[in-house]
């Protein structure tokens, strides 16, 4: 493949931080792009955004090699540099934050660290090749436009009684969070200091599954009588597809009544407790993430 020279720029999403436009020289023609996602044995839709994202990319004609692999799933990770045979290597984790897949599991799988080393070489030369790890793309920045494209659509695509305006509207942003690791509970914390800046919404807060703010609490905290709730998540599956609709009041038979008839497990938009809730799908298969990978491979090479 030959290198390419294309426009690119911000997410085209309203709202979302800008990256400035510019002429961009993606010579990627050298290079392999391994995208690592989770996988689960009993959740068919949680590779799914790896294989869309990864698709994309191939599509777009960018790199010589655009390869998934996963933790839980075939090909594995330990396995996948086998067949990578360019001599630039790009591995982007679909991951939400930094944390111990991240810095521990992964890195520990394609032998870059060994004994769970904290601080190991982020670029490694490999007989002919040199492999870049690159942050997950949940950190980056430009995922507040990933957010804000969720938010927009659910509304839109569910406009009843009529479409709420934003500054009408409270935007949660919710997560698992976690004891055990501060870093799940940073990344959304930042999208949502991120998001307040640009004052687009009337309110804008983090909820956590296992942390405070919980779930449940949404409906205090709101403000205002319109909600939306977006799943910071890469996947829909059992958090974002059953766990949270029950926290946020649905009856657990409804929830899995509708999973067995292959319906949304939450009817957009519900009203509870005097407000209007929306609820969105996770935001893993946003197109833009495509782009956002990008920006991680970008960063590594520059």
Known sequence: MGSTARATGPLAVPGALSLPWRVQKDDFSDAALVLVGHGSTQNADSSAPTYQHADELRRRGIFAQVIECFWKLEPGIAAVMRGVFAPRVFIVPLFISEGYFTEQVIPRELGLARNDQPDFPRVQRRGAQTLHYCGPVGTHDSMTGVILGR????????????????????????????????????????????????????????????????????????????????????????HSHED?????????????????????????PTEKRGKLLWYSPSIGSEPHIADVIMERVRQMAA
Request: with cysteine.
């Open 151 to 238: 938010a927009r659509e659910v509304v839109e695509k569910f406009p009843f009684p009529r479409p709420p305006r934003p500054k009408e509207t409270t935007l949660f942003i919710a997560g698992h969070g976690t004891g055990n690791n501060e870093n799940s509970r940073k990344a959304i914390e930042r999208q949502v200091e991120l998001i307040r800046t640009q004052a687009i919404y009337a309110e804008v807060h983090p909820l956590f599954m296992e942390e405070e703010p919980r779930i449940g609490d949404c409906y205090a905290m709101a403000a205002t009588r319109n909600m939306v709730v977006v799943p910071f998540f890469i996947s829909d599956g059992l």
């Open 244 to 268: 949270i609709p029950v926290l946020l009041g649905e009856a657990k038979t409804a929830v899995q009544e509708r999973l067995k008839r292959g319906q949304p497990t939450w009817r957009n």
